[in-house]
């Protein structure tokens, strides 16, 4: 008689190759999930830039102007002609230029500072610092420009 070799898996070799799976399984389910849960962080940090982004050219298109001590009233901006202007612009959620609110941005909070600045090359009082700060919830981003005298 001819001894033959059986081929194929044992029902030990089977187990083990099923744990191996589910735990792999297992990672892989937890790395999906801490990815889902934070996958819409990324559009927020975008939502925040470009709102800040939208602010900072709104305020250093105006003519140049020294900061102003009383803050703009209401969420409007069309009345402020100078950089300076801006300065102590606040508003809880996003509005246009009329005051208009943004549909789905009121969970962002947009504040502006305009402060007299020292840049090398330029004559004292003839630079202004621009700070847009837009916040959700704990989330904060902030942007600087600069705008000098013609």
């Known amino acids: 008689m001819s001894s033959r070799r059986a081929t194929g898996a044992t029902l030990v070799e089977l187990i083990v190759a099923i744990v191996i799976m589910g735990v792999a399984l297992a ?3 937890a790395a999906f999930r801490s990815t889902s849960r934070t996958s819409a962080d990324p559009m927020i940090s975008r939502q925040m830039l470009a709102i800040a982004e939208s602010m900072m ?8 102007g020294p900061p102003v001590s009383t803050p703009p009233a209401g969420p409007a901006r069309d009345t402020l002609t100078t950089v300076g202007g801006f300065n102590g612009y606040a508003s809880h959620g996003v509005y246009t230029s009329h005051g208009d609110p943004v549909p789905g941005l ?8 305009v402060q007299q600045a020292t840049l090398s090359g330029v004559a004292n009082g003839d630079a202004l610092k621009v700070t847009v700060t837009v916040t959700r919830g704990s989330d904060i981003f902030a942007l600087n420009g600069w705008r000098t005298q013609p």
Do not use: F
């Open 106 to 113: 009121d969970g962002y909070n947009v504040a502006v500072a």
């Open 57 to 64: 050219e709104e305020a250093l298109l105006q003519p140049y």
């Open 27 to 29: 990672g892989l389910t």
